[in-house]
C-alpha cells in the first residue's frame, strides 16, 4: 500500500508490505537507483547506508516497547532525492501516523527553496528518535513502579517485573547500537547526494542519538541497582524466615526429646507417678524453653 504526501514539489512515498509491482511503480515516479531496490520487499538484519550522486538510502531499526505482538524491532528503509522521501516499513508505526499529520506543518516550516527529500528525510529521522525519548519515558514511568513496588512489601512480585523490564532495556539497547556506526557514515553519504552545505541538518540527529544512549545508559543502570536492592530485601527476609525456623526448631526439638523420655514405658521413669507429676514436668518444660528464649536473646539473635 503506498500512501502519498506532496508539499510543494517534495512528495513523501509512505509505503506498507509493498509488492513488487508497487516496487516498479516507486522506481519510475521516485527515480529510484535499480541497485537501491534488490530488498525492498522484506525486512532484513543490516542497519546500513548507501548513497549516490542521485539518491540516498537508509536501513534503521526502531525499539518497540509497549507492544506485545511483535517480538522484533521497527525496520524502516528511507530513500531520498532531491524531489522525494521514500519509507519502506512492514508493520503499522504509531509514529509515522503521527509524522504524516504533521506534514504539512513541517512542510510550512522548512523554506521552499532548501526543502528536498534529504531534508524531509532529516525531519523523520528527528520525528523518530523524539518518539524514542518518549519510550524512555514510558521506561523510566516502571522504573519508578518498581520502586513503589520493592518498598511497599511487593518484593516477590517485582521479581518478574525487573526481569521483564530489563528484557524490554536489553532490546532497546541492541536496537539502537549500529546506529551510532550509521550516524558516522552518514554525513559523508548525505553531502554526496545533498551537497556539503547539507549536512548541518544531520547535526541534531546525532545529538539525539548521543542523549537517547546516555538516557538509556541510566535507565539500565538504575534498573541494575533496583534488582540488586529487591534482591537484598528477598534475601534478608528469606533469612529472617530461615532464622526464625531455625530457632523454633531448636527449641522444639529438645523439648519433644524430654517429652519422648517421659513417655518410654518404663519402670524407674523418673516423676512418672508422683503426685502433679503432669504439672511438675510442664513446667519443667515452660523453665527449658523460657531459658533457650533468654539464650536467643541474649545472643540477639531474636
Known amino acids: 500500500m503506498i500512501e502519498r504526501y506532496i508539499h510543494k514539489s517534495v512528495t ?4 506498507l508490505n509493498p509488492t513488487t509491482e508497487e516496487i516498479r511503480q516507486l522506481i519510475d515516479e521516485a527515480k529510484i537507483p535499480a541497485d537501491f531496490a534488490n530488498d525492498l520487499t522484506s525486512m532484513t538484519p543490516l542497519t546500513e547506508v548507501h548513497a549516490t550522486k542521485q539518491a540516498l538510502k537508509l536501513t534503521l531499526d526502531f525499539p518497540i516497547v509497549k507492544r506485545t505482538d511483535i517480538n522484533h524491532p521497527h525496520e524502516i528503509k528511507f530513500i531520498a532525492t532531491k524531489k522525494h522521501l521514500v519509507t519502506i516499513r512492514f508493520e503499522d508505526i504509531e509514529s509515522i501516523h503521527r509524522f504524516s499529520k504533521e506534514f504539512e506543518v513541517l512542510g ?3 523554506k521552499s527553496k532548501s526543502l528536498t527529500g534529504g531534508v524531509l528525510c532529516v525531519s523523520l529521522l528527528t520525528f523518530l528518535y523524539e518518539a524514542m525519548q518518549k519510550k524512555l519515558d514510558y521506561l523510566e514511568t516502571r522504573l519508578h513502579d518498581i520502586e513503589e513496588g520493592i518498598f511497599t512489601e511487593h518484593e516477590k512480585e517485582m521479581v518478574f517485573e525487573i526481569s521483564n523490564l530489563a528484557r524490554r532495556v536489553i532490546a532497546f539497547r541492541q536496537t539502537i547500537a549500529p546506529h551510532h556506526r550509521l550516524l558516522e557514515e552518514l554525513p559523508e553519504k548525505f553531502a554526496l547526494t545533498f551537497g556539503k552545505n547539507t549536512t548541518k541538518h544531520i547535526e541534531g540527529i546525532v545529538d539525539s542519538h548521543h542523549h537517547l544512549v546516555a538516557r538509556l545508559t541510566s535507565v539500565s543502570r538504575t534498573l541494575d541497582d533496583l534488582r540488586d536492592t529487591n534482591m537484598a530485601i528477598l534475601s534478608t527476609k528469606q533469612n529472617e524466615i530461615m532464622k526464625i525456623l ?3 526448631a531448636f527449641i522444639t526439638f529438645p523439648l519433644t526429646l524430654f ?3 517421659f513417655g518410654m514405658n ?8 508422683q503426685p502433679g507429676d503432669f504439672w511438675l514436668i510442664l513446667s519443667i518444660m515452660l523453665v527449658v524453653s523460657i531459658l533457650f528464649f533468654a539464650y536467643f536473646r541474649y545472643k540477639k539473635w531474636m
Request: charged residues 5%; aromatic residues 10%.
Open 266 to 273: 518404663t519402670v524407674t521413669t523418673p516423676l512418672v507417678g
Open 259 to 261: 517429652t519422648s523420655l
Open 12 to 15: 513523501w512515498f509512505d509505503v
Open 246 to 248: 531455625t530457632i523454633m
Open 108 to 110: 510550512i516550516l522548512s
